[in-house]
């Protein structure tokens, strides 16, 4: 399974994003799929996660309400629309792959990562 993350970038205090993960092999409609993120000078810390059919999502108390995690199996892609971005939101953004139908929320639980883009909220 490969993954590739897009739709990064530089947006001011209040603006929005959407985020893509491009995923390639056969049981992507079988996996969990999940966002995390690195700010500078801190550890990668969870974002969202959803789980196979898209029936069941996740999120950390630092993003809820403001973030949406969503996918769609037939393109093998999924999101995560980000709004009312706030500077603390600044990070780099990573797409992962749990090789389990059911959604993950530890890093250690997911066996595929794509390789990161850069989200810079402005204040």
């Known amino acids: 399974v490969q993954l590739q993350a897009s739709g990064g970038g530089l947006v001011q205090n209040g603006g929005s994003l959407r985020l893509s993960c491009a995923a390639s092999g056969v049981y992507f409609s079988s996996f969990a799929m999940g966002w995390f993120r690195q700010a500078p000078g801190k550890g990668r810390e969870f974002v969202a996660s959803?789980?196979?059919?898209?029936?069941?999502?996740y999120y950390a108390d630092s993003v809820k309400g403001r973030f949406t995690i969503s996918r769609d199996n037939a393109k093998k892609l999924v999101y995560l629309q980000m709004n009312n971005l706030k500077p603390e939101d600044t990070a780099v953004y990573y797409c992962?792959?749990?090789?389990?139908?059911?959604?993950?929320?530890?890093?250690?639980?997911?066996?595929?990562w794509g390789q990161g883009t850069q989200v810079t909220v402005s204040s």
């Open positions: 992962a792959a749990e090789t389990l139908p059911e959604l993950a929320i530890l890093e250690r639980e997911y066996d595929y």
């Open positions: 959803i789980n196979w059919s898209g029936d069941s999502t």
